[in-house]
Antibody, heavy 114, light 112 residues
Framework: EVQLVESGGGLVQPGGSLRLSCAAS????????MDWVRQAPGKGLEWVGR??????????DYAASVKGRFTISRDDSKNSLYLQMNSLKTEDTAVYYC?????WGQGTLVTVSS | DIVMTQTPLSLSVTPGQPASISCKSS???????????LYWFLQRPGQPPQLLIY???NRFSGVPDRFSGSGSETDFTLKISRVEAEDVGVYYC?????????FGGGTNVEIK
């Protein structure tokens, strides 16, 4: 069974940084495209970014709203995906999910507030 | 960016009755390889989304056959043949043909 477990969320001040992790089991992450998707409180789903698979050199793409501030990376030895978030804004407050579309984690809440 | 427009915004359905959700895209979701990258998800209250339908009409593993997807190019529909209590939640369509991926705004389904 595939499991994705996000961690690293919390309360951070505007302008601060946070690194989210997504630990995978039941699949080899390097073989798969992975996305980060977020959901602001009471709102819909918003795609944040993508990391392609090893065969595609782990290339990445980002939503315009986070480009230049967020970076997706991987650690194959830990079968994990990461989202480094810098220069955080209040509008980045959301539950962040890692997903390969067929599988989703439970999400981790990021709150950006002073 | 491809805009995904879902209707209706909300739906109140009597158990056992059918339900239908529409999703229209601002551009064709058909790629050069002949695949159409339209997905449907259900997000139950307090839960992450779960995949129901992929590539327009393919039910994901374990999804009841009362769920069906149809459509082509820019016009898509999710149908529930007989709504059950466990179908309550918000339904989202997603296009995966072009970056940035974009979701519909969601349709909230409740039971009468």
């Amino acid at each position: 069974e595939v499991q994705l477990v996000e961690s690293g969320g919390g309360l951070v001040q505007p302008g601060g940084s946070l690194r989210l992790s997504c630990a995978a089991s039941g699949l080899t992450l390097s073989d798969h495209y992975m996305d980060w998707v977020r959901q602001a409180p009471g709102k819909g789903l918003e795609w944040v970014g993508r990391s392609r698979d090893k065969a595609n050199s782990y290339t990445t793409d980002y939503a315009a709203s986070v480009k230049g501030r967020f970076t997706i990376s991987r650690d194959d030895s830990k079968n994990s995906l990461y989202l480094q978030m810098n220069s955080l804004k209040t509008e980045d407050t959301a539950v962040y999910y890692c997903t390969r579309r067929t599988s989703w984690g439970q999400g981790t809440l990021v709150t950006v507030s002073s | 960016d491809i805009v995904m427009t879902q209707t209706p915004l909300s739906l109140s359905v009597t158990p056992g009755q059918p339900a239908s959700i529409s999703c229209k895209s601002s551009q064709s979701l058909l790629n050069s390889a002949g695949k159409t990258f339209l997905y449907w998800f259900l997000q139950r209250p307090g839960q992450p989304p779960q995949l129901l339908i992929y590539e327009v009409s393919n039910r994901f593993s374990g999804v009841p056959d009362r769920f069906s997807g149809s459509g082509s190019e820019t016009d898509f529909t999710l149908k529930i043949s007989r709504v059950e209590a466990e179908d309550v939640g918000v339904y989202y369509c997603l296009q995966g043909v072009q970056i940035p991926l974009t979701f519909g705004g969601g349709t909230n389904v409740e039971i009468k």
